[in-house]
């Protein structure tokens, strides 16, 4: 799987947009990139994901480079339920292939 | 999205003896399921991949006589910590894979003392 570079720690006041960069400059054609989070003492939760269409769900945006090179995960109204480390992970779809997580960015959103 | 269910979510034991960690998925059929381990601010590691019917594939530097993995049907998955030492107290979490993604238990935490 392709390596990811996240910053290792990120602010946002609540209420604000929370932009969270990842670089996965070695990516291959058949990979996606996956957004995970995980609250302090849980289990990772699973965000959002994408080929090279941006995507958006309930949770979040998802903005992926047109050369694929890198993304960025928006959470576009971050509360402080939000406070948690953000894993971006790039792996095929399809297959059994591992999930295999870096150090993640730690973002605390601030009252 | 898919539900992991994991058991317990924490569990203290005396060193020397063995403890069982379930994993279950309620809503899918995880055909692979994988085990993390995760120490106080460290990322997750992956100790092993296990898939249903078939022995487990363990990452390198983990033991396979110690973390016994057994993934019998589609929705469970169990590790064993045989003879638990103090440094294997650690969180654990399991993933279990399907409808093209992966989904996370909740964690165990186990101390070993």
């Known amino acids: 799987d392709a390596k990811t570079t996240q910053p290792p720690s990120m602010d946002c006041a609540e209420g604000r947009a929370a932009n969270l960069p990842c670089n996965h400059s070695?990516?291959?054609?058949?990979?996606?990139v996956y957004w995970y989070r995980q609250i302090h003492s849980q289990g990772p939760q699973y965000i959002i994901h994408?080929?090279?269409n941006n995507e958006t769900n309930e949770m979040a945006s998802l903005i992926i480079t047109e050369d694929r090179k890198s993304s960025t995960l928006i959470l576009p109204h971050a509360t402080l339920r939000d406070t948690a480390v953000y894993y971006c992970i790039v792996r095929a779809f399809q297959g059994a292939q591992k999930l295999v997580f870096g150090q993640g960015t730690r973002l605390t959103i601030n009252p | 999205g898919a539900v992991v269910s994991q058991h317990p979510s924490w569990v203290i034991c005396k060193s020397g003896t063995s403890v069982k960690i379930e994993c279950r998925s309620l809503?899918?059929?995880?055909?692979?399921m994988f085990w993390y381990r995760q120490f106080p601010k460290q990322s997750l590691m992956l100790m092993a991949t296990?898939?249903?019917?078939?022995?487990?594939?363990?990452e390198q530097g983990v033991e396979k006589d110690k973390f016994l993995i057994n993934h019998a049907s589609l929705t469970l998955s169990t590790l064993t910590v045989t003879s638990a030492h103090p440094e294997d107290s650690s969180f654990y979490i399991c993933?279990?894979?399907?409808?093209?993604?992966?989904?996370f238990g909740q964690g165990t935490r186990l101390t070993v003392v």
């Open positions: 993933s279990g894979r399907g409808g093209g993604g992966a989904f």
């Open positions: 809503d899918f059929q995880a055909t692979t």
């Open positions: 994408g080929l090279k």
């Open positions: 296990s898939n249903e019917g078939s022995k487990a594939t363990y």
């Open positions: 070695t990516i291959s054609g058949n990979e996606y």
